[in-house]
């Protein structure tokens, strides 16, 4: 099984629907990331969590919220999407000791 | 603001050369470098870090370099074979920021 895991995959959702896309993650990290990434613009951080109770907004928060239900899982929720926010969603973990990330394989998402 | 750039957005190289992978970045508090390989379809991976107190790192088949006076990082990549052609991204962080900042990413491509 993958240390970090991300679902769906894929998903095709109308605008104005609600979506969440789910992370977990088995490698114990305390801090979880959701980022996003769109062609020629690298990843984007959208919402941050060190511990369960602590949740910090990234650069374009906007029209996204995140719910840190356990140390192992983040999800992350488009309230109502809209077809902008269409483009490659990616779920990290770290730790303390060490600033690099563990990755999911990504969730593409797709509003029309 | 932060801002980290690549150089290069397509890098095209024969197999078995060296390749070489640029980013700048601006800024001076920023004490913390990763590189990062992102294959089709998967989520980045780590390749090698190194902090501001180092100016190279190496691991097997990359190298890092690190010029802090002209705020640029690079990517060695020896003996570059066909499982290296990717989008290589780096990343950056500082004491006092919670996440990492990730630039555009360059393709390399690595003509058998």
């Known amino acids: 099984d993958a240390d970090v895991t991300q679902t769906p995959r894929n998903r095709i959702t109308k605008t104005g629907k609600r979506i969440m896309l789910e992370c977990s993650q088995t490698?114990?990290?305390?801090?979880m990331y959701w980022y996003r990434q769109d062609p020629g613009l690298g990843l984007r951080l959208i919402y941050y969590s060190f511990d369960v109770k602590d949740i910090n907004k990234g650069e374009i928060s906007d029209g996204y919220s995140v719910s840190r239900q356990a140390q192992a899982k983040f999800s992350l929720s488009l309230e109502s999407a809209i077809p902008n926010q269409t483009a490659l969603y990616f779920c990290a973990t770290s730790d303390l000791s060490s600033g690099g990330y563990t990755f999911g394989s990504g969730t593409r998402l797709t509003v029309v | 603001g932060e801002n980290v750039g690549l150089h290069l957005p397509t890098l095209s190289v024969q197999e078995g050369d060296n390749s070489i992978i640029n980013c700048a970045y601006s800024?001076?508090?920023?004490?913390?470098f990763i590189w990062y390989k992102q294959e089709s379809g998967k989520g980045p991976q780590f390749i090698i870090d190194i902090r501001s107190n180092m100016d190279k790192r190496q691991g097997q088949r990359v190298t890092v370099l690190l010029n802090k006076t002209v705020k640029h990082l690079s990517l060695q990549i020896a003996a570059t074979q066909p499982g290296d052609s990717a989008v290589y991204f780096c990343?950056?962080?500082?004491?006092?920021?919670?996440?990492?900042?990730f630039g555009s990413g360059t393709r390399l491509q690595v003509q058998p």
């Open positions: 990343a950056e962080t500082h004491t006092g920021r919670r996440a990492l900042t």
């Open positions: 490698k114990g990290h305390d801090r």
């Open positions: 800024n001076s508090a920023s004490d913390y």
